[in-house]
Structures are given as structure tokens and as C-alpha cells.
């Protein structure tokens, strides 16, 4: 951890901060994570919070092992044999599907980003999380099946993440990829990671039954989850297994070697430091927010050109009054876009959002979507959207506030959006219908209406799209704008329209048609005036 002479303040302050919002959630009767997940934004929204940094590979050290070992210990070896397909389904395919997802968002978002490097991204993000499954599970009140089958999945995905990020790495600084030899590395650190829990098992097995000294004892059943996990790392192998399987083989073993007295006090043991060790990274898990829009500040005070961020993560939101664990991930731009030399310079606004997004969704071949209704705060009122695919609520789309953007100390404008990808994942299709392109030239219309300032964007195009009819192709809205000489209350949305036919060149009397009965339509509907054709 870096924070300097902070840092003992910073770990007083975690503990405090996990103490009250854990009683708080308990009074409110809502699931821990979620108070820590929200304290954790708030706390890193307090100016003059200290940096803190934690280099990874301790974080792994220090976490996971422990974490897994506990989930494994207590878990029921017997359910866990009964519901083996749909977590092997879960823990390798569904791992894998993110890290495609994660793969095209990256490409799409950062510009130069190679397809090797994007996968390199996604398998690091990929795998749920093992700690908010446990954590989440045994206070939902879920069917039984339903709970083997999440903690099952979340103990073994990191399995397929890390096989899966080492075969990426390779692609990236060799050239090349081989499905051949990526299932053999998957395959070699599955089975190697077996071995070394199971022999470590056994061993820390023998030694137990031997002793009768419970702090001694209890000492051995920490240091268990590192003496499995440390030489499956060091030997290539998977350390996720190696942990998981000592795990539940002592689980199946402890009726034997120990005794009532040790067990107890051992439970307690684990109850205690696995509490701790879960509400510290949702607490962390809440800074990563703001720290995108603090890295956004950085940029911009040492005179870096556009930034363009994004972040992928686990968040908990209630839906229908019950908490849900949900992928999302989110996208933040500021400063001066890429214009090129023959444009004058301009700042990121809610186009170059809008159009990011419309990019991924193109990539993952999401159809029905639409814009609706601002979200409300921070953004601004009528340059954000509430994303919806389908029927359901996906995320949202805007510009942040002034008067927000001044509290993250910054000063351009800041566009962002989040979204569901979980939801993205339900909508995308592997199927990609194509059409040939048309022999005759399109014929190329801009379109401004002036509407009431409450009508939405989303619906003015959907009705575009309707009066439209079969020889408009593309309409994409490219400028929204409010004020003079507009009267108040009123806004300009600003459309361009592409027309054509796959059989003959429109003529203008065609094209002026569809203009028209396009006009007519929005101004039936909202009472839009054409400004300019």
C-alpha cells in the first residue's frame, strides 16, 4: 500500500468506516455490500482523502487465498458433485463470454487498443467476483441449489480468467495463438492445481491429527490456503485450484482430525477474518468511481489532450426491493477530442459518448435499444438518457453537471456513460444479418425540428424512423441545442438522414416525399417545427 505516513490513518479509518456502515445496513435490514459499496463512493468523493494504492499481486496475496479457502471449507462437497454441469457451465463459459464483451468494449474505446491486447483486459476482468457470491448469497434467502451453484461457479472462474489471460499474453508478445495450447495450459493448471491441494491436503491432514493445541491449530488452518496456493503459482500452475481444493478437502477431513474445542474456536476464527477481509474490498470496491474521474482531473492539470477512460466492475443495486450483484461498466471522456488538423479543436460532449456506445453496441450486434428520460443528478438535463435495450433499464448517457464537474475539480466538460453488462450480454446476437451495398448513390438530408424542451430525442428519431418508411436508411441525431434565439422551454434536435432505394436512384420529388411526410409526422406528434431540410 502507498499512502505515506497516511497509511496508518487509512487503516484505522477502514476499520471505523466498515463498522458503522455494516450496523447501519443491519438496521435498515438492506445486505452489507451494498452500505459498504456506496460508503466507499462517498468516502473517496471527500476531498483531500489521501492517495492510496495497492499493488496487485499483494492484494492477491493478502486476499485471496484466505478467501478461498474459507468459501471451499464451508462448502458442501456433496451439493457441489450433485450441481457440477451449470457450475462448470458458469465458471468456463460465462467467464469466457465477459471476456469477449470486456475484448470489444476496450477496442471500440481506446484508440490503437490491439484485439490481443483488448483480450488481455477482458481476462483480467472477467472472472465474478469469489467474495460477493458468499457474502451475497446467505443473506438473500435463496433456494438452496441456487446458492451451491453461485459459490461453486465464483470458486473456480479465476481458473479460466488466469488461463485465459496467460494465453492472451502470449498472443500479444508472440503474434500468435493456438487453441490447441491454450486448452493444454487450461487443462495442465486445472489438474496440477488438483494435485498440489490434494497433497498439501493431506499432508497438513496428517499433521493436524497429531496435535491437540488449538491456537497452534488454527495458525496451521490459515497458513493452509498459502501452502497450497504459493507453490501452484510458483510451478505455473492454477493457485485458484490448489486453494479451493485444499479446501474442501480439509472441510471433508476436519470431523477427523480435530477436536469439538478446536472447531469451535476455529469457526469463529474464520467468521471473523473473512467478515473483514469481504467488507474491506467492498469498501474498496466503492473508490474506484471516483478515482476514474480523479484520474480524468490528472490528466487534465498536466495539459494531456483528450482522455478518454473506462472502467469494468462489480456493482450492487436493489431491483424490485432486492439487492442484485451486476457487471457494468463505465465510460468517462474530457478535453479536447481528436479532430484532426483540418477541424478546429472542440471539447468531448454527449455525441462522442452516444457514438462510443452506439459503436459497442454495433460490435455485439444489440439492436433494440433506445434513449429515454434523464437519469437526474449529476448530469445535465437535457444532454443525458436513460439506456434502455429492450424493455429494461441497461444504464445511462449524459454530460455531467457543471456544477459536478466543478466538485471533481475539473473544468471541461465531462461525458460518461454506464451500462449493464449483463444486459448487453442477454441482447447481443451471434447472428449478423448483412445486405449488399446498393449500387445507386444515397441521397444525404439534415433535418433540424424545434420541440417542446421536454419532448425526448429517442422518441422524435423512433417516429422518424416510422414515417420514414422503407427508403430511409441511417438517422442518427448530431446536435441538440438550447437557448437564443430559441424562445425558452424550446430545443433544436438536429438529424441526418440518409435515403436510398436497392433498385434505382432516388429523384429529388422522391426524397422531398419522404422529408415531408417525416415533417408532418413529428410535427403531428410533438409539435415540431422543420427549421431547416
Not at 147 to 170: K, M
Not at 296 to 307: I, K
Not at 465 to 483: I, K, N, P, S, T
Amino acid at each position: 500500500m502507498q499512502g505515506g505516513t497516511h497509511t496508518e490513518i487509512i487503516v484505522a479509518g477502514l476499520l471505523l468506516a466498515v463498522a458503522t456502515l455494516v450496523t447501519l445496513a443491519r438496521v435498515v435490514g438492506v445486505p452489507y455490500p451494498i452500505f459498504l459499496v456506496l460508503g466507499g463512493l462517498a468516502i473517496g468523493a471527500v476531498p483531500g482523502m489521501p492517495h492510496v494504492e495497492l499493488e496487485p499481486d499483494l492484494v492477491l496475496l493478502i486476499f485471496l487465498p484466505p478467501l478461498l479457502y474459507s468459501a471451499a471449507f464451508f462448502a458442501s462437497l456433496r451439493d457441489l458433485r450433485r450441481n457440477v454441469g451449470p457450475i462448470s457451465m458458469l465458471s468456463v463459459g460465462l467467464v469466457l463470454v465477459t471476456c469477449v464483451i470486456v475484448a470489444v468494449l476496450a477496442h471500440a474505446v481506446v484508440p490503437g487498443m490491439s484485439w490481443a491486447a483488448a483480450f488481455v483486459l477482458g481476462a483480467i476482468v472477467s472472472p465474478t467476483d469469489p467474495v460477493a457470491a458468499t457474502a451475497m448469497a446467505t443473506r438473500l434467502g435463496l433456494p438452496r441449489r441456487v446458492v451451491t451453484v453461485v459459490e461453486g461457479e465464483s470458486l473456480i472462474n479465476d481458473a479460466t480468467a488466469i488461463a485465459a489471460y496467460r494465453v492472451a499474453v502470449v498472443a500479444v508478445t508472440a503474434g500468435t495463438f493456438s487453441a490447441w495450447e491454450a486448452g493444454g495450459r487450461f487443462l495442465l493448471g486445472a489438474v496440477g492445481g488438483v494435485a498440489i491441494g490434494l497433497a498439501v491436503g493431506w499432508v497438513i491432514a496428517q499433521v493436524r491429527e497429531r496435535l491437540d493445541d488449538p491456537p497452534v491449530e488454527i495458525t496451521i488452518s490459515i497458513l493452509t490456503a498459502y501452502a497450497a496456493y504459493l507453490p501452484a503459482e510458483e510451478l505455473e500452475l492454477s493457485g485458484v485450484v490448489a486453494a479451493v481444493t485444499v479446501g474442501l478437502y480439509m472441510g471433508s477431513q476436519t470431523a477427523r482430525v480435530t477436536t469439538a474445542t478446536t472447531r469451535m474456536q476455529g469457526f469463529a476464527m474464520w467468521q471473523i477474518l473473512t467478515f473483514l477481509l469481504n467488507s474491506c474490498l467492498f469498501v474498496l470496491i466503492g473508490l474506484q468511481l471516483p478515482g476514474l474521474l480523479d484520474a480524468l482531473r490528472r490528466n487534465a492539470h498536466r495539459h494531456v489532450g483528450g482522455a478518454a477512460l473506462f472502467d469494468v466492475g462489480l456493482v450492487f443495486a436493489l431491483e424490485q426491493g432486492e439487492p442484485r450483484e451486476r457487471w457494468r461498466a463505465a465510460i468517462a471522456m474530457t478535453g479536447p477530442a481528436a479532430q484532426g488538423w483540418s477541424r478546429p479543436p472542440r471539447a468531448f460532449d454527449f455525441f462522442d459518448a452516444k457514438g462510443t456506445f452506439e459503436t459497442l453496441l454495433r460490435a455485439l450486434n444489440v439492436g433494440a435499444w433506445s434513449l429515454g428520460d434523464p437519469p437526474g443528478p449529476p448530469f445535465h438535463p437535457g444532454r443525458s438518457a436513460v439506456v434502455a435495450i429492450g424493455d429494461a433499464r441497461a444504464g445511462f448517457i449524459g454530460e455531467l453537471h457543471p456544477s459536478d464537474i466543478a466538485g471533481f475539480d475539473l473544468v471541461d466538460r465531462v461525458a460518461v456513460f454506464e451500462l449493464d453488462l449483463d444486459a448487453l450480454m442477454a441482447a447481443s446476437s451471434p447472428v449478423v444479418e448483412v445486405q449488399a451495398p446498393t449500387r445507386f448513390p444515397p441521397v444525404r438530408r439534415d433535418l433540424a425540428f424545434v420541440v417542446d424542451a421536454s419532448v425526448r430525442a429517442g422518441d422524435v428519431q423512433a417516429e422518424i424512423e416510422r414515417a420514414g418508411g422503407e427508403l430511409l436508411g441511417a438517422r442518427v441525431l448530431f446536435d441538440v441545442f438550447e437557448g437564443p434565439p430559441l424562445p425558452e422551454g424550446r430545443m433544436s434536435l438536429a438529424f441526418a438522414l440518409e435515403l436510398h432505394a436497392t433498385d434505382r436512384s432516388l429523384t429529388g420529388e422522391e426524397a422531398d416525399a419522404v422529408v415531408a411526410r417525416v415533417a408532418d409526422a413529428v410535427a403531428e406528434r410533438f409539435g415540431g417545427e422543420l427549421r431547416a431540410g
